[in-house]
């Protein structure tokens, strides 16, 4: 058996397919042009169709993951800003075009259920899957099961950990995202060093202080600016913050952290350890295996979206 | 069908015969003696002997809830400092006594349960229970289960709000419990006093600040004391911010309080709604509806036990 994975991102649409095994046996991308629905749709479906002549046998399902809030019960993504979609029935777009039954979820739930069912949190029945790139996306696994709540459960970045915060476009001031996101690292990077960038800044930036991305903050930290070390440090504060209150709400086996700037060489998912550790007044008899890393496939956007039909929810 | 509902507090066992719609048909308590787990378990068959003499029809099962850990599977107390019971097998124990199968519950996820079956919350397949009284716990329904995690999750008392805050017996500075349980708020009753005590405060004390608790903080508020309504007002504050955290994890229909903290007459929960909507950065469009109070019955905690076997978790 075999499943179609279909990971839409902000800039591009990835897609593969999938054994039952977690075993990529084609993929393919293509970029978005965000004029329309009709055109990404018709991004995904290049990708598809090329799939679909290099399959060996018929895929059985399809699902897709996509960034944004959906409706898993009617196949509708209810809203994906990145996309521009608002409403849009795509399972039952992708079946008419293609005759297969369809899953869509949001791309962190998918995530989640793509680390559960093939990643490094395989066999786990409860695990916190956390995101950190542009935003902060979260998946919860409690049981086997996605906790959906009433349809947007496991909003991790939007937890309220620093009130009268920085505002977020969420609507709240101090979410984790505001602070602890890509922009949220950047902002306070570029705050940490308005009054006297140090040198490494100035050259990283070449002066433009505006230039300043988490990506910086990341590279002076490394070469030794002492500002930077203390502004990652706050990331990782901030990130353990969220660590402390996902374990006692969901009691989890693990929490696993993905997205780019967690591809960091460690530093960061080190540091979320060690504040951990202080702030929970306790030490963990196995921090590094409760708190890791995904596995860093390229593939796992698809791995996740393919999960949702290979793996069905019970 | 009738069942047995036995709450087990740090003072008093109370239970009762409970009918299938959550009516009370009989109902005793007894008080506690803390020297043996024997004891303590006597007193619960005193008055569970003493139901069945009254009972018509004979009730079909026993659910316990307990102030610790447990084991549901194993039907154990695992740990109830309160009571100073650790591993004892109280399902096994009163199956032997009364040939009744029996079901063991944390209680504030009976507390949570009894809501969902016979509550104010009935036919809602999500909710957030929060008891707020010397302590704060917490029980999650999600898609009409509990939330477990691997055993202890919806521990909303020991999120970190206020990282450096209050030392709690969890071991963390500053979670929700060290802040707003009824111990919480009188620290910083007594902190915000310490100083100069207001005249009100003074009265209420009778000039001795150790005595202040929790219900001095309502009652100078009440008469008018300054300082004290901004003690309250932070504990709505706390609490809400508790509220903003579920809400964004749990996605659920209504977020409901329970607890002795919570009986002043509604003015804390007003302040958690106005914290809340001021916090979330967006007006609920229902919020006395989704923060709300959990009905003032007596017997909540008989018929939260009662409804771990009445209502059994599909």
């Known amino acids: 058996m075999t499943g179609i994975g279909i990971d839409i991102g902000g800039t591009k649409v990835a897609a593969g397919i999938v054994d039952h095994d977690g075993a990529i046996l084609a993929h393919g991308r293509a970029p978005i042009v965000k004029d329309s629905h009709e055109t990404i749709l018709e991004s995904v479906c290049v990708v598809v169709d090329d799939l679909l002549v290099q399959a060996v046998e018929r895929p059985s399902a399809i699902g897709i993951a996509v960034p944004g809030t959906v409706d898993r019960d009617q196949g509708i993504a209810i809203s994906a800003v990145n996309v521009g979609w608002k409403n849009l029935p795509l399972v039952a777009l992708l079946q008419d075009r293609y005759g297969l039954p369809g899953v869509i979820a949001n791309d962190a739930n998918a995530g989640a259920w793509g680390e559960y069912a093939f990643g490094s949190c395989k066999g786990m029945e409860n695990l916190v899957y956390v995101t950190v790139g542009t935003g902060i996306g979260g998946g919860i ?39 602890a996101a890509g922009p949220g690292i950047a902002r306070r990077g570029r705050t940490a060093a308005a009054n006297e960038p140090s040198e490494i800044v100035r050259r990283l930036t070449g002066g433009d202080l505006d230039s300043l991305t988490s990506f910086t903050v990341h590279d002076a930290a490394e070469a030794g600016d002492q500002m930077m070390q203390g502004v990652r440090d706050d990331t990782a504060r901030w990130l353990a913050i969220g660590c402390q209150i996902c374990q006692q709400l969901f009691a989890p086996e693990c929490i696993v952290f993905a997205g780019g700037v967690m591809q960091d060489g460690g530093r960061l998912i080190q540091g979320i350890r060690a504040w951990f550790q202080r702030l929970a007044g306790s030490e963990h008899p196995d921090i590094e295996s409760f708190i890791r890393l995904a596995g860093e496939s390229e593939h796992a956007g698809i791995l996740g979206a393919a999960a949702l039909v290979l793996r069905p929810e019970q």
Chains 1, 2 share one sequence.
Do not use: F, Y
């Open 141 to 179: 696994i409690e049981a086997g099961r996605v906790v959906r709540g009433r349809g947007a459960a496991g909003e991790i970045g939007h937890i309220l950990v620093n009130p009268g915060g920085p505002l977020c476009n969420c609507g709240v001031n101090g979410c984790l995202e505001s602070l």
